[in-house]
């Protein structure tokens, strides 16, 4: 089984709301990533976790604040996004951060739709 | 970040015809993955690969890592509709702890 789960499917928010984005796995990968995608464009990192500790935050701003309760949970936190902030959010996993000589393979989630109006 | 130039941007082909589209990086790379990512969807990895010079194939998929560890290349036999999408690579150094992404290839299959 290599599924991640991503909820919600679609999100619709405003300038002022707060909404959490919620990722699961179950395949007892130790990574996790946050990724943006808009249309047509590769996915652009946003967070990785390795152990559940935040191991790269590649600059975002601080209205997205990721969290990871545990190993198979990964959250977004929105806070006062802006409408360019619209776009699909993935989630993935991997076995672990990888080392040198080894490698892993990411899976990635169904995507989260947002919309900032 | 790494930049990873994918080609061709775009692709329009015959249902039947076989495809061919590549990556190249202008660093060494350890790992090359393939993804495929319907609209709206999330990408679906298609085929993993970790040493120069493999082949590896995945039902009328085949990948290559190439010998000089700095390009990738995936082939498609025989396209189907279901083959439209966008393909990515992405590849990971071996100094790094994240993959770096293509720029895609849309494929257009006319039936």
């Known amino acids: 089984d290599t599924e991640v789960t991503q909820t919600p499917k679609h999100l619709v928010m405003g300038m002022t709301n707060k909404k959490s984005l919620k990722c699961e796995q179950h395949m007892g990968h130790r990574a996790m990533y946050w990724y943006k995608q808009k249309a047509k464009k590769p996915p652009e990192l946003m967070f990785v976790?390795?152990?559940?500790?935040?191991?790269i935050n590649e600059s975002v701003p601080s209205r997205f604040s990721p969290e990871c309760p545990n190993s198979s949970l990964l959250n977004l936190h929105l806070h006062a996004l802006q409408p360019e902030d619209s776009a699909l959010y993935l989630c993935?996993?991997?076995?672990?951060?990888?080392?040198?000589?080894?490698?892993?393979?990411?899976?990635f989630g169904p995507g989260t739709r947002l919309t900032v109006t | 970040g790494q930049q990873l130039n994918q080609s061709p941007q775009s692709m329009f082909i015959q249902e039947g015809e076989d495809v061919s589209m590549n990556c190249t990086s202008s660093?060494?790379?350890?790992?090359w993955l393939w993804y495929k990512q319907d609209p709206g969807e999330g990408p679906v990895l298609l085929i993993a690969l970790y040493k120069a010079g493999e082949l590896t194939s995945n039902g009328r998929l085949t990948a290559q890592f190439g010998i000089t560890r700095k390009d990738s290349f995936l082939n498609i036999s025989a396209s189907i509709p279901s083959d439209v999408g966008i393909y990515f690579c992405?590849?990971?150094?071996?100094?790094?702890?994240?993959?770096?992404f293509g720029t895609g290839t849309s494929l257009t299959v006319i039936p």
């Open positions: 976790y390795s152990y559940e500790k935040l191991s």
């Open positions: 660093s060494i790379f350890n790992t």
């Open positions: 993935a996993s991997s076995q672990g951060l990888l080392r040198r000589g080894t490698s892993y393979e990411q899976y």
């Open positions: 992405a590849g990971r150094t071996n100094t790094g702890n994240q993959f770096y």
